[in-house]
């Protein structure tokens, strides 16, 4: 699901850093994997949890992409296929799809269940990277 495409962005919401194509996200297979990418590593971390069959995650797909374009100074963003991961899926206790896990220094500090607007999402990581404390919001 997450290849490499090309999309022309502009700078209608302007993300100067927004460029025109996109990278393959940072995938994450195992628990492993999570710990050493996400759980001990400094600053923002982002973690979507999707499934390919799940047409609610297909519809975010761009959205998350282009945030990881346009926030890639700011934060570390990867993608979980819960197909291929379920144990990692269940330890989390990620239950609906998709789910969006914002990390801080290891911990979670906020996240998404479902789908949620470009706007919306733009404005949640706005919110996060001028936080400055270390708690969930939800």
């Not at 999570?34 to 609610?56: C, H, M, P, R």
């Not at 993608?79 to 291929?84: K, P």
Request: proline share 2%; aromatic share 12%; charged share 20%.
């Amino acid at each position: 699901a997450y290849k490499t495409e090309k999309i022309n962005f502009g700078i209608r919401f302007g993300y100067n850093n927004c460029a025109k194509q996109i990278n393959s996200m940072n995938m994450v297979t195992d628990k492993k994997e999570f710990a050493e990418k996400v759980l001990n590593n400094s600053g923002i971390q982002v973690v979507e949890f999707y499934a390919d069959w799940s047409g609610t995650c297909q519809m975010m797909i761009p959205i998350y992409k282009e945030l990881s374009l346009c926030y890639n100074n700011a934060a570390n963003f990867f993608a979980v296929d819960v197909e291929a991961a379920p144990l990692l899926k269940k330890e989390l206790g990620v239950n609906d799809l998709p789910t969006i896990l914002f990390y801080k220094n290891g911990a979670i500090i906020d996240f998404v269940n479902g789908m949620i607007s470009k706007n919306a999402l733009f404005a949640k990581m706005e919110t996060i990277i001028n936080q400055k404390t270390n708690h969930l919001s939800n």
